[in-house]
């Protein structure tokens, strides 16, 4: 069911805060994307790469970069399964994602 | 019984359901973006990303490849999980893998690791980089450099072909055939005569505000389907699109846009055309004189009237000069020849032109169906004295158009991929590089053809395509390919050309544009293109490579030439390490590239200045300059004669193909499906050929060279095509298109009208 209007401003908030402090290190402190994409992907905003180029209103593209930054680069994320012809990528956080992520969410 | 089970149903629009279902996508329900977040997102991504498939304009640069079923079709074919690795190599012979289709070649995947060919197994072996590379300068340097042909396909970045042709051009020689030699050479020759360059006129926004489209020999359902949105857009709006195609295409009638979900849901689509003429093959500048015909009688008429003028006084007066010599050919041209040639009645052209007379602003597009002919440089100023008429150029909505295939056709030439090189970048190369260059016109295509036929080329260097495919005379080309002392091809996949490879051979694999390349020290590189409206941008890999083993194109050139050449005048170890340094040299030397490296790196990159778009036309009269060609004696449908066999061909690509590269076996606007070896033809030709719709026919060229060229095994579909036209598929027919004939002054092949005989086969 989608989230209520209410709903999703606080999902906009804690995505907002979330990508806030994973900029705040590295490896994603020069790359807004990244952050954004793996934010999302944590908060369960978006589960794919298509998805969240149109939830964000980005070049899918572009996002598929991120994409392999991500995982290959960052080992956070796992591409479950791909259409080979939209290039469309379904995503996870690995075991290392989770904890990055867990890290990220808790208040300092 | 005929067997015509593989023509299916037609798609009633182009784009739409369709072109989703064959992308595979699934459109997703909207939802609203994150307050706030898209500009942050956005901020940090100016790269972008350039669709590898053609060169039409791109409004949102990095995400059109998604919306565009052939964008999505090359990005996947480049993307693919296959490979070929050395192991394909060692199991199969060359010998043997000239026997699959192209089809079947590409489909194995991406190449992994640089090969070499070894002629005693007959197969390809891995080789190491450097190794490939001290061989292939060492056998360079021991041929007279004009003995080499030095190739380029569009797609070839910017940065790679300026690197390759300041690599050849220091090598020796100016033997630049190119891709653009079998396509738009005619619109380069035509429009530098007319207009001072070789480049459209418009941008993608003048499609906004043009009141008319008049769009010649065109099919951008297939070739370049993002056109399709901008031309509905304009019949939404009011305006007229007049489409000239010999067949009737789906996609210059409706078109369903992808982006339109509600019109996806209720299966709607709107019109792309407002008015659709059939001219016969070769009947295109018949057709624009009889429409010049019309508007020169309309003017006389209103100024005898005393209403204002049709045609444009203040323009011609002011920049253009010649017309009085065109005016005389075009009235002292009778109807009867302009009906005969173009087999579109005086009624016809009239309703036409009467467009042309009504719209303020128009634009003129045209591609293949205009540039394959023996005038086509004719046509191609025939079309821009008819736009001058009303000042249709260097003004907003107005234009001229010509849009290129690949999608950096048009930049390789920019850059320096021309054997007849203006004379102003080699004395740029020369202050710039403190060398001299050599002067003496290369080989175009058919000149490199020649070479090789009469053996006076020794060496073919390929970067990118399939020439073996690409070029007309199939057997022919590979009979001579056979006798190279070297074949290099830096290629993502294998493909025909590499199976005929020289005494020594390489298959050089390269990185595709879809994927990310690193250098040295771990930073991305962009690479830049050029599109048909003359807009250059960036574009960064958004995939890992295919194989570790993989470099880029550029890394690849600049390998060869420090091999070849050495490193005395360029730096190729640090050119190659950072494209950065190839765009400063592209500034010092391209005029008009000034902060390369700046401008490339903002959304849509930046518009390349074309003078003639502002009314600057740099011809040697100084001024727009009518050309005043008679109409051909006679076309190839005339020299049928009305014999029932005998037809004018032309060649084309299906709705799954692009160039040589055929993504699957349907055609499925055109209702074909899992086959390629057909004939288009008017139903009321089969009758008199008596033949049924899928029956098999043989085509025999009609020429006097002495040459055989004939195949066999074709079948008949019915089509609303003119008669005495028939059409078929690129590559397959290019065995019936003869490499000596060619377009006056373009030396393009003449695909586009190939009179054949045509005989029912055996049951």
């Known amino acids: 069911m989608p989230p209520d209007r209410a709903d999703k401003e606080a999902l906009a908030e804690d995505w907002t805060r979330l990508v806030a402090r994973l900029q705040g290190n590295a490896p994603f402190a020069d790359n807004a994307l990244a952050a954004g994409l793996f934010a999302a992907l944590a908060l369960g905003i978006s589960a794919d790469s298509r998805g969240f180029a149109n939830d964000f209103g980005l070049s899918h593209a572009l996002v598929l970069r991120e994409v392999v930054v991500l995982e290959d680069e960052m080992g956070l994320i796992a591409v479950t399964r791909e259409d080979p012809r939209t290039q469309r990528r379904f995503l996870a956080l690995t075991p290392e994602g989770e904890r990055r992520a867990a890290v990220a969410r808790t208040p300092a | 019984m005929a067997n015509d089970m593989f023509i299916g149903k037609k798609s009633k629009a182009a784009g739409g359901w369709g072109a989703l279902k064959s992308c595979g996508k699934q459109l997703l329900e909207t939802r609203k973006p994150l307050a706030g977040a898209m500009t942050m997102l956005k901020a940090n991504q100016p790269d972008g990303f350039d669709c590898p498939g053609c060169a039409w304009g791109d409004p949102n640069h990095g995400s059109s490849f998604e919306f565009c079923e052939n964008g999505v079709k090359a990005v996947a074919w480049e993307a693919t999980k296959l490979r070929v690795p050395p192991e394909f190599f060692a199991k199969h012979t060359v010998a043997e893998l000239r026997t699959w289709s192209d089809y079947d070649l590409e489909h194995q995947g991406r190449l992994t690791h640089p090969m070499r060919y070894n002629a005693t197994t007959d197969r390809y072996e891995p080789v190491t980089w450097q190794a490939a590379f001290d061989e292939i300068g060492a056998l360079l340097r021991g041929f007279d450099p004009d003995q080499v042909e030095f190739y380029t396909s569009g797609r070839a970045s910017n940065e790679a072909a300026f690197l390759y042709q300041t690599f050849v051009r220091l090598y020796g020689t100016n033997n630049f055939p190119d891709c653009s030699n079998m396509c738009h050479e005619a619109s380069g020759v035509a429009l530098i005569d007319a207009i001072g360059i070789g480049k459209g006129t418009v941008l993608l926004e003048d499609f906004e505000k043009a009141d008319a489209i008049f769009v010649f020999g065109q099919n951008p359902g297939t070739n370049h389907p993002r056109m399709l949105a901008d031309l509905r857009k304009a019949t939404e709006r009011g305006a007229q699109v007049v489409a000239f195609n010999n067949l009737k295409e789906k996609g210059l009638v409706r078109f369903a846009d992808p982006q339109k979900k509600l019109e996806m849901l209720v299966g709607g689509s709107e019109p792309t055309s407002t008015m659709y003429f059939q001219p016969r093959l070769g009947g295109d500048m018949a057709a624009v004189r009889g429409m010049a015909k019309i508007v020169f009688a309309a003017d006389d008429a209103a100024r005898a009237a005393g209403s204002a003028p049709i045609i444009d006084d203040a323009f011609l007066a002011t920049f253009t000069t010649g017309m009085d010599d065109w005016r005389a050919l075009v009235e002292a041209t009778p109807w009867s020849v302009i009906e005969e040639q173009s087999g579109l009645t005086e009624a016809d052209l009239r309703r036409a032109a009467e467009v042309y007379i009504a719209s303020n602003a128009t634009i003129a597009t045209w591609a293949m169906g205009i540039t394959q002919h023996r005038h086509s440089v004719q046509t191609i100023r025939e079309i821009a004295n008819f736009m001058f008429l009303r000042g249709n150029i260097g003004r907003e909505g107005a234009g001229l158009c010509p849009v290129r295939g690949h999608s950096n056709v048009q930049g390789d030439r920019t850059v320096g991929i021309n054997e007849k090189a203006p004379k102003a970048l080699l004395d740029a190369m020369e202050r710039e590089l403190g060398v001299p260059m050599p002067r003496t016109p290369g080989h175009n295509v058919l000149e490199a053809i020649g070479a090789m036929l009469s053996g006076t080329a020794k060496a073919f260097i390929g970067l990118g395509g399939n020439f073996a495919r690409a070029t007309p005379d199939s057997a022919l080309i590979a009979q001579a390919m056979d006798k190279l002392d070297l074949t290099v091809h830096v290629a993502t996949k294998l493909n025909h050309c590499h199976l005929l490879p020289g005494k020594v051979g390489f298959v050089l694999p390269c990185l595709g544009r879809t994927e990310i390349d690193r250098n040295s020290k771990g930073v991305r590189q962009i690479v830049t293109v050029e599109d048909s409206m003359s807009m250059v ?184 095509i003119p008669r005495g036209c028939i059409a078929g598929y690129y590559p397959e027919l290019n065995a019936l298109v003869p490499y000596n004939s060619f377009g006056e002054w373009s030396f393009t092949p003449t695909s586009k009208s190939v009179l054949v005989r045509v005989t029912r086969d055996a049951a």
């Open chain 2, 537 to 720: 941008h960036g574009s960064g890999g958004i995939n890992l490579p295919a194989s570790a083993e993989l470099k880029s194109e550029v890394a690849i050139v600049a390998g060869l030439a420090m091999a070849t050449v050495g490193s005395t005048v360029v730096d190729w170890d640090a050119m190659a390490d950072d494209n950065d340094r190839i765009r400063d040299l592209m500034a010092r030397v391209l005029p008009g590239f000034d902060d390369y490296n700046t401008r490339v790196r903002v959304p849509r990159g930046f518009w390349l200045r074309n003078p003639a778009s502002e009314r600057e036309f740099r011809t040697p009269t100084a001024r727009a300059n009518f050309g005043a060609f008679d109409l051909p004696d006679q076309t190839e449908w005339q020299m049928r004669a009305d014999k029932p066999d005998t037809f004018v061909l032309q060649t084309m690509r299906s709705h799954d193909q692009y160039n040589t590269t055929v993504y699957a076996m349907n055609d499925r606007y055109r209702g074909v499906y899992g086959e390629r070896e057909i004939v288009f033809i008017n139903p009321a030709d089969m009758d008199g050929l008596k033949v049924e719709s899928g029956e098999r026919v043989s085509l025999v060229t009609l020429s006097n060279d002495g040459i055989e060229r004939r195949i066999t095994g074709f079948r008949v579909v019915p089509y609303d």
